[in-house]
């Protein structure tokens, strides 16, 4: 992949990578990493919701007698 960034936003990477003593393109790959869990997350999240609204609760006495 080859990604071409905004200055500052090139910037901002760079100093990342300085601070955590990694090369630019690992951080990247870091970043991304989390950001295509996030996204995961948020769309597992949804769907969670989603399946909560269409089911019915029912009571624990009433399940067990």
């Known amino acids: 992949v080859n990604i071409t960034l905004e200055p500052t936003l090139a910037a901002v990477l760079n100093q990342l990578a300085e601070e955590e003593h990694k090369s630019v393109s ?5 970043l991304i990493i989390e950001a295509l ?5 948020m769309v597992l999240s949804a769907l969670a919701e989603a399946r909560d609204l269409n089911t019915t609760t029912t ?3 009433d399940v067990w007698k």
């Not at 869990?37 to 997350?41: F, K, L, M, P, Q």
Request: hydrophobic fraction near 25%; glycine fraction near 0%; charge should be negative.
């Open 26 to 30: 690992s951080v990247a790959k870091q």
């Open 37 to 41: 869990e996030r996204r995961e997350d």
């Open 59 to 61: 009571a624990h006495d």
